[in-house]
């Protein structure tokens, strides 16, 4: 093989590494990929149609967001929280991301503000939200709480939010959080905090958002309780 077919094959990997991490992301957010479920790299490779290199090098990335997680005599799976590690993940992001909150109110630009008003103009015309079904938000600057984190200008904070804990916080917020009788609640709060935000209020900002977190979270847990029941009423 010429060092030139090797420079050239480099890149394509790593796309159809790319390709696949964000399909199977994009299942286990969306749930079709249960939490628990057991996956393998041959099932995957048959699956998708591509050879263990980039497989292998796409499900490193999922372990790397804690969307799979290697269990001994087990393997892989996709994670499964219990309920006190949800509590505790909830718990985490109330504090942070209200915080983050209150500093965007300090130093996001005008320019960033517009940005948010755009993303809810956005996310008010899908049907999911129009219908009161759902509110999927995609990922990073399509998501409306990535943008507020962004907007606090830590470094920290941003660490922590969006590359640390943001998959897992995504999982359980698109699968109990905005589902049900949340989604239309949960727009209407965004507006109000983007308001806060462009007063410049901080302290409205951080209590808006922690009061919106703790009804986001209450409603996981309830949901997240109902599932588990389900579970044990068919074993």
């Known amino acids: 093989m010429t060092s030139a077919h090797i420079e050239t094959s480099i890149p394509e990997v790593r796309t159809l590494a790319e390709r696949v991490f964000q399909q199977l992301q994009d299942a286990i957010v969306r749930g079709e ?10 099932g995957l490779s048959k699956i998708y149609g591509i050879s263990r290199g980039p497989l292998r090098e796409a499900m490193r990335r999922l372990e790397a967001h ?12 996709v994670v499964k929280l219990s309920m006190s ?20 109110a300090e130093h996001m630009t005008a320019k960033e503000i517009a940005g948010l008003r755009e993303l809810l103009a956005m996310h008010e015309r899908q049907a999911d ?38 998959y897992l916080v995504r999982l359980y917020r698109t699968q109990f959080s905005a589902t049900g009788s949340r989604p239309q609640r949960a727009f209407v709060e965004h507006h109000r905090i983007v308001d806060a935000i462009e007063a410049g209020d ?34």
């Open 33 to 42: 990929l249960a939490p628990g479920t057991k996956i393998t790299e041959p």
């Open 66 to 77: 804690r969307l799979i997680e290697r269990v001994p005599h087990v393997g892989a799976r």
């Open 85 to 104: 590690e949800l509590l505790e993940l909830f718990d985490v992001r109330e504090a942070l991301e209200s915080m983050a909150a209150r500093l965007a």
């Open 129 to 166: 939200l129009k219908k009161g079904e759902a509110y999927f938000q995609r990922e990073g600057d399509l998501d409306f709480h990535y943008r507020i984190v962004q907007g606090s200008h830590n470094r920290m904070l941003v660490t922590m939010l969006c590359d640390d804990l943001y």
């Open 202 to 235: 901080a302290e409205l900002s951080e209590l808006l958002m922690r009061r919106h977190v703790s009804a986001s979270r209450a409603n996981v847990v309830d949901r997240y309780a109902a599932t588990l029941r389900l579970a044990a009423d068919t074993t």
